[in-house]
């Protein structure tokens, strides 16, 4: 067996790019071996800022020989009443490359038509190699694309060079006027000049020795080791992050850790900012202490030999102590100013030209933060509507115009520097968690209010301008505000309602629009089923659940679908939510008014009427107290008296009061099971 590999050389590119181009080019490989009839045993690939490449293992000599039916016309029209075949029959015989004496009949759609068995011989997998790798370039799709030169190919950097090796055969093709060749270049500065790879095998080790670690696994693997070695050297730990360890991944091709030190004075600043200046602005790492402390040492992780580490680290610390001073007049020149006295200042930034300033947004904050905390803690009031005029005042501070990151963090540091109270400080921190997925959520009922205000805000301001999420478009974050949002109500318990909370939000901005309600709610929803899907919970079960999702507290939801998880599974269940939905199946959309008890005829009816009021009188307790499994099994009593009323009863009688008090029954009956769900999009299957 046999190994293929390809390398396309291109001018650096961005690191962001990497994990994606890494991920397409052994997606788009694997596709199309496939439908070239190559069978492998695995497939590589590898990034660095200068080369895409991949390696196939396992590849045949040949294709794989192919046979395959194709079908002409009905027998019928092929052949004639003496058997002998027609025009069309001759016709397609010649067309697919057969004599007319080797079509066969085969049974198709009821029906018998003529075919021809075609084997096609597999070709040697180096002729269809060239056209199949030059597929494989151009098929390949980057966030960004460009071209260069009179060109018409687009690609994420221009192609240097490429290198197309089947074992030690180089397999040929051209691209916009460049030939493939078993040519290739190691490291831009520490060996520059091109040279050969005679086999595929030997690809990854001969790189190496011109300074490329081409597997990007190996290059993280290495520098995390120098991360743990030098940090280690000054008795203490890097500051672990995958985003930023990523990066420095494919920043580099030859990865060496460099220990630098910057002057202890700068420890004076917010820790925050400076590890925002190493990371976001330097992909430096930050060293802490063993108890935690920020130390004044960082890591950086080189391009170049070990050799070359004093100049690396004379560099990087003139760099650093430039940035960190800029980051000190910032710092001490807002200090000279209270937090509280740049609210004025939010008057003159636009939030959006349609919705007002940010001065306008913190006061829609402030009515809604203040009627929030009413429901957690009637005392945080006074509180919450001092935090929420001073929620975005860090925002035209320097630092935060420098930093935007940290936007929230700062007016932390700000408020407490003031002598804001301590909960309101923290709160202007919380009020942005969690930022991501899985991230850590506010731990105070003010920093999680604060949060709620803003996001409720955001999100019922951009859709009352029509500016809603489209496809893969959100420019304003609004999906994942609003996860933010379900993520504060699932795990902290706290007993808001959505629906409650987006009215809030509407009567802030004026807007009095059921349609608007409307399409706030699905877009909640739709972020609700997402969320719960990822948690694992059958499809139907949440799509059983999402009506109420937005009446009751959210906390609720994942304890409501874990009991009718185990009610699925009781005995009563298949009857039951069969009875329930014949009766679902029956009353008209819109509901009815209650019915009225001297207006039943017949015994069964009267009876099902008591069995329902007596269930009434239980429920509220059980769904009060989340004894839902136990309100299931509470409504599943109904369902032989819903099935002998079926027997015994015709709903559709011909005086229509008699039909409208029957219908308005089924009505009440079904209203009791919304309470627990729609059962009507459960599945019947346990």
């Keep these: 067996m046999k190994q293929l590999l390809l390398e396309i050389g291109v001018e650096e590119v961005p690191a962001r790019f990497l994990p994606l181009a890494a991920e397409g080019l052994k997606k788009t490989a694997a596709e199309h071996l496939r439908a070239a009839n190559l069978s492998f045993s695995s497939i590589s690939s590898y990034v660095t800022p200068r080369r895409l490449s991949l390696i196939a293992e396992g590849l045949p000599e040949n294709q794989a020989d192919v046979s395959r039916e194709v079908f002409g016309p009905p027998r019928k029209n092929a052949f004639d009443p003496q058997g002998k075949p027609t025009k069309a029959a001759i016709g397609f015989a010649k067309s697919v490359g057969v004599a007319p004496e080797k079509l066969v009949i085969k049974e198709r759609n009821s029906g018998e038509y003529v075919a021809a068995l075609i084997e096609e011989k597999g070709r040697p997998v180096r002729d269809v190699l060239p056209e199949m790798l030059k597929k494989i370039v151009t098929s390949l799709h980057f966030p960004k694309s460009m ?3 009179d060109g018409s190919l687009r690609f994420v950097r221009p192609i240097k060079w490429l290198l197309a090796i089947f074992d030690s055969e180089i397999v040929e093709f051209e691209l916009e006027g460049l030939k493939s060749s078993n040519v290739t270049k190691g490291h831009r500065f520490l060996s520059p000049v091109a040279f050969q790879i005679k086999e595929a095998k030997s690809y990854r080790t001969i790189l190496e020795t011109s300074f490329v670690i081409v597997d990007q696994d190996k290059r993280r693997q290495i520098i995390a080791g120098e991360l743990e070695r030098l940090a280690g050297s000054v008795n203490g730990t890097y500051i672990k992050d995958e985003e930023l360890l990523d990066t420095v991944t494919n920043l580099v091709e030859y990865p060496v850790g460099v220990l630098c030190e910057f002057p202890g004075e700068y420890l004076e600043l917010p820790e925050e900012l400076l590890i925002t200046v190493m990371k976001d602005h330097q992909k430096y790492f930050a060293i802490r202490d063993p108890e935690g402390k920020l130390l004044n040492y960082f ?11 004093e100049i690396v680290k004379a560099g990087a610390e003139r760099v650093i102590m430039a940035r960190f001073e800029d980051a000190r007049f910032y710092y001490r020149d ?11 200042e939010l008057k003159k930034v636009i939030y959006h030209e349609k919705l007002g300033t940010l001065h306008d947004k913190a006061l829609r904050m ?4 203040s009627s929030i905390v009413e429901t957690m803690d009637g005392g945080l009031k006074e509180k919450a509507e001092r935090a929420a005029m001073l929620a975005k005042a860090d925002l035209v501070s320097g630092v935060v115009r420098e930093f935007p990151e940290l936007q929230g963090i700062m007016g932390k540091y700000y408020a407490a520097h003031d002598g804001e109270d301590p909960e309101v400080a ?8 969690p930022k991501h997925a899985g991230d850590v959520l506010p731990k105070t009922p003010l920093g999680a209010a604060l949060g709620l205000a803003d996001r409720i805000d955001n999100i019922v301001s951009f859709f009352s301008i029509g500016l809603l999420p489209t496809g893969s478009e959100d420019p304003f974050a609004l ?8 993520a504060v109500l699932f795990e902290q318990k706290y007993p808001f309602k959505i629906r409650a909370l987006l009215e809030k939000g509407m009567e802030a901005i004026g807007r009095d629009d059921q349609n608007l309600l409307s399409e706030l709610v699905k877009f909640f929803e739709a972020r609700l089923f997402q969320i719960l899907e990822s948690k694992g919970y059958e499809t139907d079960l949440i799509n059983s659940v999402l009506g109420l999702a937005v009446d009751s507290p959210l906390y609720g939801m994942i304890k409501r ?3 009718l998880e185990r009610f699925k599974k009781a005995p009563v269940f298949p009857s039951f939510v069969l009875a329930i939905k014949r009766v679902r199946n029956i009353i008209p959309e819109g509901g009815l008014p209650p019915p009225k008890k001297d207006l039943f005829l017949e015994k069964e009816e009267k009876e ?7 269930i009434e009188r239980k429920l509220g307790t059980l769904l009060e107290e989340k004894r839902y499994e136990e309100a299931a099994l509470l409504l599943a009593e109904l369902a032989g008296p819903v099935n002998l009323f079926f027997d015994k009863v015709l709903v559709m009688a011909k005086e229509e009061d008699i039909k409208e008090n029957r219908l308005a029954l089924l009505s009440f009956i079904w209203s009791l099971a919304l309470k627990v769900c729609d059962f009507s999009k459960i599945s019947e299957s346990s």
């Design 299 to 309: 890591i950086v992780i080189s391009n170049t030999l070990k050799e070359n580490s």
């Design 426 to 433: 923290l709160s202007l921190y919380e009020q942005y968690l």
């Design 561 to 563: 679908i874990e009991a």
């Design 608 to 614: 099902l009427y008591e069995s329902a009021l007596e």
């Design 147 to 149: 071209r260069w030169g």
């Design 334 to 344: 807002d200090l000279k100013k209270p937090l509280a006295s740049r609210v004025e």
């Design 366 to 369: 402030k009515g809604l933060a």
């Design 479 to 486: 999906r994942r505000q609003a996860i933010g949002v379900c």
